[in-house]
């Protein structure tokens, strides 16, 4: 664990770090709880989760928005699948808030804020489609996603923004699985807005699992 992070409960299944600009995926278990690193600060963690014995119920920002009436995700919220089930919670946060309506960047939307010369840039859509084609979904299994500490505040009029980060190094969100899931991270590769701070940095994955329940001692003799 990075010094700053308290260690998790339960047994560590995996503990690896995703490289800058690099997708990953995994499967979380009912009980399991993914912890997310920050490591250097300012590195937004796009995700995209889905049910592992049918993927056609997946993450939604819109259920999960409604449902809390609140468009920020902090520790508490409740992460519900198009179909209304919870999918995970969070069960801790170090940032004050995560976004969950600011999108995962792409080659097309680049084009269409930063300019053509943009459009041959690594994107978070570019991840989301490799990682995703491990499992056999395609550009049609491409929903909504969380942003993990990236900042993307709304104004009294609705405007959206994508400012400076409010996440630091050694910051980190924990979820715990409340269904067997895939998930998905996209580590931004963006470079043409503060969402990275204009630098792209590695992000550090663990998974824990809960200690087995001891086997009760038989009562008979
Ligand atoms: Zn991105």
Redesign the pocket.
């Known amino acids: 664990m990075t010094d700053n992070v308290p260690p998790l409960p339960g047994r560590i299944v995996l503990d690896e770090i995703v490289p800058a600009r690099a997708p990953w995926d995994h499967i979380v278990r009912l009980g399991e709880t993914l912890r997310i690193i920050d490591l250097e600060g300012n590195q937004?963690a796009?995700f995209l989760m889905y049910a592992l014995h049918d993927d056609a119920e997946r993450y939604s920002a819109q259920d999960t928005i409604a449902a809390q009436r609140n468009i920020f995700l902090r520790t508490g919220s409740v992460l519900l699948s198009n179909e209304g089930r919870a999918m995970a919670r969070i069960a801790a946060t170090t940032v004050a808030y995560h976004d969950t309506i600011g999108g995962?960047?792409s080659c097309e939307s680049n084009t269409l804020r930063y300019g053509y010369h943009t459009k041959s840039h690594h994107?978070?859509v570019d991840n989301f489609l490799y990682a995703n084609s491990r499992h056999g979904r395609g550009k049609r299994d491409m929903v909504s996603n969380i942003n993990w500490f990236m900042n993307v505040p709304v104004e009294p009029d609705g405007t959206l923004g994508i400012v400076d980060g409010i996440s630091a190094a050694g910051l980190y969100v924990d979820l715990l699985a409340e269904m067997d899931i895939v998930a998905v991270i996209?580590n931004?590769?963006?470079i043409n807005n503060p969402?990275n701070a204009f630098n792209p940095t590695p992000l550090r994955v663990v998974i824990a699992a809960p200690d087995p329940v001891p086997e009760a001692c038989s009562t008979r003799s």
Do not use: I, N, T
Request: negative net charge.
């Open positions: 937004s796009d995962a960047c994107a978070c996209s931004c590769p963006q969402c």
